[in-house]
C-alpha cells in the first residue's frame, strides 16, 4: 500500500493536539478531509474511526498518569452516547432524503456553523478567569460523592455534545472540556485525560453505526494513523507540563475561520 504523506503529516499534528489539550480532533480533521474532496457522511464517519483509535492511545496513555475521572466520563456517556446514535440517524435520514450535491451542501453547513460554535465555546473556556476556577476547584476535588443535580446536569451536557458527534463528529473534545470546566472544574490534565476516555469510547459506538451504514473509508483512515498514533502519544506525554492557553486561543480562531469561510462560500 503506497502511504500518502499529507493525511498522515495531518494525523501527527491532530494526534499531538488532541493528546496536549483533548480538542481539536474531529473540529481539524473533518474540514481537511472535505478539502480532499471527501463526500461529508464519509468525511464524518472515517474521522470518528480514526478518532476512536487516536483517543484510545490518548486515554491509556492519561490513565497511566491518572488523571482520568471515570465517575464524570461514565455519566456524560449516559447521555452522550444514546444522543450520538440519534445524531447519525438524522444524518441518515438527510442522506436518504435529498440528492448528494445537496446533502453534501447541507452537510458543510451544519459542519461549518459547528467549527464556529466550538470555537467561540473555546475563547469562552480560555477566559474564563482564573479566581473563579479555582474558588469552584475548592468546592468539588474530583473525589466526593456526585450530587444528583450534577449527574442531571453531566447527562444533559453529554447528550447535547454527543448528538453533535454523531451529526458531525465535531465536539467530542471541544464542547466536551468546556463542559467539564464548567460542571467540575478539575486540574487541566484531568479535565484532558477525562475528556479523552469519554470522548473514546463516544467515538467508538457513534463509529462503529457509521461503519454499519457504509460511511468509512478505511484505507483513509489507516493512513491517518500512522501520524496520529505518536502524536498522541508525544501530546499526552506534554500535557502536563505545557500551558494550554496560547495553544487553546490559536486553535479556537482558526476554528472560527475555517468554518467562516465554509458559512461564505
Known amino acids: 500500500m503506497i502511504v500518502e504523506p499529507v493525511p498522515a503529516l495531518f494525523g501527527l499534528l491532530v494526534g499531538f493536539l488532541v493528546g496536549l489539550s483533548g480538542v481539536g480532533g474531529g473540529s481539524l480533521m473533518t474540514p481537511f478531509l472535505l478539502s480532499l474532496g471527501i463526500a461529508a457522511p464519509m468525511a464524518?464517519?472515517?474521522?470518528?474511526?480514526?478518532?476512536?483509535?487516536?483517543?484510545?492511545?490518548?486515554?491509556?496513555q492519561h490513565y497511566r498518569q491518572r488523571s482520568v475521572n471515570l465517575e464524570v466520563a461514565i455519566f456524560l456517556g449516559l447521555g452522550s452516547i444514546p444522543a450520538s446514535l440519534l445524531g447519525v440517524w438524522t444524518l441518515e435520514w438527510i442522506k436518504g432524503s435529498f440528492d448528494a450535491r445537496m446533502v453534501q451542501s447541507i452537510m458543510v453547513t451544519i459542519i461549518a456553523?459547528?467549527?464556529?460554535?466550538?470555537?467561540?465555546?473555546?475563547?469562552?473556556?480560555?477566559?474564563?478567569?482564573?479566581?473563579?476556577?479555582?474558588?469552584?476547584?475548592?468546592?468539588?476535588?474530583?473525589?466526593?460523592?456526585?450530587?444528583?443535580?450534577?449527574?442531571?446536569?453531566?447527562?444533559?451536557?453529554?447528550?447535547?455534545?454527543?448528538?453533535?458527534?454523531?451529526?458531525?463528529?465535531?465536539?467530542?473534545?471541544?464542547?466536551?472540556?468546556?463542559?467539564?470546566?464548567?460542571?467540575?472544574?478539575?486540574?487541566?490534565?484531568?479535565?484532558?485525560?477525562?475528556?479523552?476516555?469519554?470522548?473514546?469510547?463516544?467515538?467508538?459506538?457513534?463509529?462503529?453505526?457509521?461503519i454499519l451504514n457504509g460511511n468509512v473509508d478505511f484505507t483513509l483512515a489507516g493512513t491517518l494513523l500512522l501520524g496520529s498514533i505518536p502524536g498522541v502519544l508525544i501530546g499526552s506525554r506534554m500535557a502536563p507540563r505545557l500551558p494550554g492557553w496560547p495553544l487553546t486561543i490559536l486553535l479556537a480562531c482558526m476554528l472560527i475561520f475555517v468554518g467562516a469561510r465554509l458559512l461564505l462560500s
Open 113 to 210: 456553523a459547528t467549527l464556529v460554535l466550538v470555537g467561540a465555546s473555546l475563547i469562552f473556556k480560555a477566559f474564563l478567569p482564573e479566581k473563579w476556577i479555582m474558588s469552584r476547584r475548592a468546592t468539588w476535588d474530583g473525589t466526593s460523592k456526585m450530587s444528583l443535580t450534577r449527574r442531571l446536569f453531566t447527562v444533559l451536557s453529554g447528550a447535547t455534545g454527543g448528538y453533535l458527534v454523531g451529526l458531525t463528529s465535531i465536539g467530542s473534545g471541544s464542547v466536551m472540556a468546556v463542559i467539564l470546566l464548567l460542571l467540575y472544574p478539575l486540574t487541566p490534565a484531568m479535565i484532558v485525560g477525562t475528556d479523552i476516555a469519554h470522548a473514546m469510547v463516544l467515538s467508538l459506538v457513534t463509529g462503529f453505526a457509521h
Open 44 to 60: 464524518v464517519g472515517t474521522d470518528l474511526v480514526y478518532a476512536t483509535i487516536t483517543k484510545l492511545t490518548g486515554s491509556v
